[in-house]
């Protein structure tokens, strides 16, 4: 029974690149989250999406990142042009409902650097 | 805006003492909460969880206590075992028909157990 997973774990790039997160969430689960952690501090939610969907994406910067998860596939996380600012672990949780009663299981998380 | 705060960076218990471990949150909204245990390079793994309309949960070695009047809740391990050597988040997340679906976290508690 695999958990949530992550690619790449670890992901370079140059200041200006794109970079492209995936995020397969455990069997059965429908609601995938990002979260982003900056060094020193707490996980920071994005958003969240179900199949086809954005449900909520109050944490996600205003440009240049988006996220997607279409019908077949895993959730990506697309930050385009990136910065310094970008580096950071992004994580991925998913959830089999919605809603806080239930928990949402986390993958091993991508860490972005930007050069 | 900090909404969960853990204030304790950091905290060294001997082992097979307690570890106790603090959060404080401001948001009135919140009426479900959740400790996560993190160790380095890994994602969050969920420990344990409580509504609002309980103040203690508890799971083997873990009790989780909440003070909705002080908007504060603990976590105690006990007796703390060199694998609890880790980082702590406190999540907290409102209800889903009046808030948003992601969790938020603290900062987190760099717990050490000392042999």
């Known amino acids: 029974n695999a958990g949530v997973m992550q690619n790449p774990r670890h992901l370079v790039r140059r200041r200006g690149q794109e970079a492209r997160l995936r995020c397969s969430p455990m069997?059965?689960?429908?609601?995938v989250y990002w979260y982003r952690q900056l060094p020193e501090e707490g996980l920071k939610f994005m958003v969240y999406?179900?199949?086809?969907?954005?449900?909520?994406e109050s944490g996600m910067p205003k440009e240049r990142f988006s996220a997607e998860f279409p019908k077949e596939g895993p959730s990506i996380l697309r930050i385009q042009q990136v910065v310094r600012g970008d580096s950071a672990a992004y994580f991925c949780?998913?959830?089999?409902?919605?809603?806080?009663?239930?928990?949402?299981?986390f993958g091993p998380g991508t860490r972005l650097t930007v050069l | 805006d900090q909404q969960v705060k853990q204030n304790s960076p950091s905290l060294s218990v001997q082992e097979g003492r307690i570890s106790i471990l603090n959060c404080d949150y401001t948001?009135?909204?919140?009426?479900?909460f959740l400790w996560y245990k993190k160790y380095p390079a890994e994602g969050p793994t969920f420990l344990i969880s409580?509504?609002?309309?309980?103040d203690k949960n508890e799971d083997g070695r873990f009790t989780v206590f909440l003070n909705k009047s002080a908007k504060h809740l603990s976590l105690h391990i006990v007796p703390s075992q060199p694998g609890d050597s880790a980082v702590y988040f406190c999540a907290a997340s409102a209800n889903s028909g009046g808030g948003a679906d992601g969790l938020t976290f603290g900062k987190g508690t760099h717990l050490i157990i000392q042999p």
């Open positions: 949780a998913s959830s089999q409902y919605r809603g806080p009663a239930d928990t949402q299981y």
């Open positions: 999406l179900q199949k086809e969907n954005i449900i909520d």
């Open positions: 948001n009135s909204m919140f009426d479900y």
């Open positions: 069997k059965g689960h429908s609601h």
């Open positions: 409580i509504s609002s309309i309980k």
